[in-house]
Structure formats: C-alpha cells, structure tokens
C-alpha cells in the first residue's frame, strides 16, 4: 500500500514532463494514465504511448512501499498544488491526497493491466552529450525533419556516430550539427532518434545544463538517460541516408553573407510569399560582378536587397533561386555572424556553413520570364548597367 510525502512543487514538475509522453486522447484509454511506483529514494512516474517510454523520479519520503495507477486527467489537478503533499493508497481502491488545508480522493487503477515497460538485454552505451546541447540540436533542426509519415527515416535524428555529425533530411534540405566536442563512445554504427523526442525534451530537458546525457543503443530501441529521468524509443527500422555523397567537397562560387542582415531579408520575403499568389514563389541570389542582391516578386510586389558580402567569388550574372523559407530556417539557427555559402551550378545545392551547424538546401527552378523581369527591374533601379 502505497504511501508517500513529497514538496508539491517537485511534484508537479515531475507530473508535467510525464504528460508530454500521455496520449491526450487514446483508443486504449490505459495509455492515458500514470503509473506511480517507490523507489529507494523516492517516487518513479512511469508514462507510455506504446512507442516512446518515458521515467522520471523525484525525491520523496517513502512512508509504505507499493505502486499506484492514476488517470493523468487527475494528475493534473495536483499541479496548483505546491505545499507539502502526503498521497496514501487507500482501500475500496481510492487514493487519498492531502495538504495542509486540503483533502482530495481519486481513483486508483489495476495497476496489472498498464503495459511493462520493454526490457533491453543488448543495450549498449553509444554517446554522451550535455543536456542543453541535446536540447539546442533536436529543437533547432527540427524543421529540417518531413511532416509526412510516408518514410519514417524523414522523420529521425540521426546520430553519425561515425562522422560525428547530427543529420536530419526532409528531401528539399539537410540539416547538420556537428559531435566533435561531445563524447563518442562507440562509432560503429549510426544512431537513430524520432523527431517525437522534441517535443518531450523542451519539458524534459534544462537549457543551462550541461549535465551528462548517455545515449544507448540496441536492436529495438533508443535509449535517452540522464539525471532523474530515462527515455526509451521504439526505433526506425532502416539504413539512414548516406549523407556524405550529397554534400559539396568542390564548387564554383563561394560568398560570405551576413547572418543577421540575411535573416531579416528571407522573414521580408517570407511574409511576402504569405501575401503573394503563389506559396513556390521563390527567392532569387543574383551577382553583379562586385554584389550579390535577392530578388523577390509576388506577382504584386518586386523586393530588391543588397546584401553585404565579403571574399566572394561568384561569376557575374550567376542567379540561383530557393524557397524563402528554407533560407531562413537555416539562418535562424545557424551559430555564426557570417555563413560561408559554396555553390557550383544553379541546379545544384548550396552549403551554408556556421560553426558547428551546416546545411544543404537544394535549389528550384528558375522560370526565364522571371530572370528577364528579374533583370529588367535591376536596370532600371540601377543596380546593374545593362541586362545581359
């Protein structure tokens, strides 16, 4: 019979990373709840949707021993809670919470009847990283990541063990951080997270911490640990994308643009793009010779930005086009004041290089009527002399 006194403020930060795993609304309504057990130390909340898995302990004075299974709905209600709280497992399976000034009783559930959580025999250690780097590089390349389920493996982190690289892909995009300054503790293979994780680690993890976190692998599942919590994931089945054969080792045309200056100008186009006709309509790189400007027309408005550049080498009257927002997802993140750009053709990908961030963004076409329009305009603002 269960019995426990706990500070109402731990508590509560406990049951709040817990629900981010809680399905809101399940088929199987046993995955809406909480399962509450002891430990030597304290309380462990154990959560699950049947494909991620998640613990999270707190410390706790432990008065009887047992475990409990409460809905999450009635969780809830504990986090306006914040003094001290005695929770007793009673008879007639009722639970009884207390305060200072207040009583509540709930319902306890047949514990018997929530889903173990999966025993991983062949775990083995693959990677350490500090917390709040985990937590800058899931939320940050997040975007990268597709929305489609189609093909699961557009829908993961992977981790390079071996390139010591961080790579998620949506087939428009790659984005990448780098692992050098983290811990790789086996390299043979590759490591696989499902953007899902985002999600619970913005509860889960502290920005500010640079607290240890140990990846593990195994045949099944991925496994996330670190102080007081561990997650597991059912894993996506498959041979990641060979990243290195897509990424520039040569190229043609290299700039170096201004971050700041460039994020402003890509969120200008991309509101735009929001007011235009069209949600493709692209956003144009063009080299006089001695400048790069962009240029972006929504068939009502034609936006024309200088950009600051230094040690650029691109070919006069070179243009390349992307979509807008793509540039400034890559920018928005990026760790630099300046991005390195490398370009060699205008079919091909450009590479945007930071400090420990790097991306691929592959570019579209480019209709003639535009480029000519495009050039026009220029002329006549005196951007450039005459249209070649």
Same mark, same amino acid.
């Given at each position: 019979?269960?019995?426990?006194?706990?500070?109402?403020?731990?508590?509560?930060?406990?049951?709040?990373?817990?629900?981010? $795993?809680?399905?809101?609304?399940? *088929?199987?309504?046993?995955?809406?709840?909480?399962?509450?057990?002891?430990?030597?130390?304290?309380?462990?909340? !154990? =959560? %699950?949707?049947?494909?991620?898995?998640?613990? $999270? %302990?707190?410390?706790?004075?432990?008065?009887?021993?047992?475990?409990?299974?409460?809905? &999450?709905?009635?969780?809830?209600?504990?986090?306006?809670?914040?003094?001290?709280?005695?929770?007793?497992?009673?008879?007639?399976?009722?639970?009884?919470?207390?305060?200072?000034?207040?009583?509540?009783?709930? @319902?306890?559930?047949?514990?018997?009847?929530?889903?173990?959580?999966?025993?991983?025999?062949?775990?083995?250690?693959?990677?350490?990283?500090?917390?709040?780097?985990?937590?800058?590089?899931?939320?940050?390349?997040? &975007?990268?990541? *597709?929305?489609?389920?189609?093909? +699961?493996?557009?829908?993961?982190?992977?981790?390079?063990?071996?390139?010591? +690289? =961080?790579? $998620?892909?949506?087939?428009?995009?790659?984005?990448?951080?780098?692992?050098?300054? #983290?811990?790789?503790?086996?390299?043979? *293979?590759?490591?696989?997270?499902?953007?899902?994780?985002?999600?619970?680690?913005?509860?889960?993890?502290?920005?500010?911490?640079? @607290?240890?976190?140990?990846?593990?692998?195994?045949?099944?599942?991925?496994?996330?640990?670190?102080?007081?919590?561990?997650?597991? #994931? +059912?894993?996506?089945?498959?041979?990641?994308?060979? !990243?290195?054969?897509?990424?520039?080792?040569?190229?043609?045309?290299?700039?170096?643009?201004?971050?700041?200056?460039?994020?402003?100008? *890509?969120?200008?186009?991309?509101?735009?793009?929001?007011?235009?006709?069209?949600? +493709?309509?692209?956003?144009?790189?063009?080299?006089?010779?001695?400048?790069?400007? %962009?240029?972006?027309?929504?068939?009502?408005?034609?936006?024309?930005?200088?950009?600051?550049?230094?040690?650029?080498?691109?070919?006069?009257?070179?243009?390349?086009?992307?979509?807008?927002?793509? !540039?400034?997802?890559?920018?928005?993140?990026?760790? &630099?004041?300046?991005?390195?750009?490398?370009?060699?053709?205008?079919?091909? #990908?450009?590479?945007?290089?930071?400090?420990?961030? &790097?991306?691929?963004?592959?570019?579209?076409?480019?209709?003639?009527?535009?480029?000519?329009?495009?050039?026009?305009?220029?002329?006549?603002?005196?951007?450039?002399?005459?249209?070649?």
């Amino acid at each position: 019979m269960l019995k426990f006194e706990v500070f109402g403020k731990e508590l509560k930060e406990v049951i709040e990373k817990a629900l981010t $795993v809680v399905p809101k609304k399940s *088929s199987v309504s046993i995955l809406e709840r909480m399962l509450i057990e002891s430990t030597e130390n304290g309380i462990k909340i !154990i =959560v %699950t949707d049947m494909d991620q898995w998640l613990e $999270v %302990t707190v410390e706790a004075t432990i008065l009887e021993h047992g475990k409990i299974l409460l809905d &999450s709905k009635d969780m809830k209600l504990l986090l306006k809670m914040t003094d001290y709280i005695t929770i007793t497992e009673m008879d007639g399976g009722k639970i009884d919470i207390k305060t200072s000034k207040k009583n509540l009783s709930m @319902n306890n559930f047949n514990i018997d009847e929530y889903p173990e959580c999966p025993q991983v025999p062949d775990e083995m250690e693959a990677l350490q990283v500090e917390e709040n780097y985990l937590l800058a590089t899931t939320t940050d390349l997040y &975007s990268f990541s *597709s929305p489609s389920d189609s093909n +699961r493996l557009l829908q993961i982190y992977n981790f390079n063990l071996k390139d010591k +690289r =961080v790579e $998620v892909l949506d087939g428009h995009k790659i984005g990448m951080k780098s692992l050098e300054n #983290q811990t790789v503790l086996n390299d043979y *293979s590759e490591l696989h997270l499902h953007i899902m994780a985002c999600t619970v680690f913005k509860k889960l993890l502290d920005k500010k911490s640079k @607290n240890q976190i140990t990846m593990c692998d195994s045949e099944k599942y991925t496994i996330v640990k670190g102080v007081n919590f561990k997650y597991m #994931q +059912r894993k996506v089945e498959g041979k990641y994308f060979d !990243i290195s054969k897509m990424l520039l080792s040569n190229y043609d045309h290299r700039m170096v643009l201004d971050c700041k200056e460039l994020l402003e100008v *890509s969120k200008y186009n991309c509101e735009l793009l929001k007011a235009g006709a069209s949600d +493709r309509t692209p956003m144009y790189f063009y080299s006089t010779g001695n400048d790069i400007v %962009t240029y972006f027309n929504n068939g009502k408005i034609e936006s024309v930005d200088r950009l600051t550049t230094k040690n650029t080498e691109v070919k006069e009257d070179f243009t390349i086009a992307f979509n807008p927002v793509f !540039i400034k997802e890559a920018i928005s993140i990026i760790d &630099s004041e300046t991005a390195l750009c490398t370009m060699t053709n205008a079919k091909a #990908q450009i590479m945007i290089y930071g400090k420990e961030y &790097s991306f691929l963004i592959l570019p579209v076409n480019m209709e003639k009527e535009t480029v000519d329009n495009m050039k026009t305009y220029l002329l006549k603002i005196g951007i450039i002399d005459q249209a070649a």
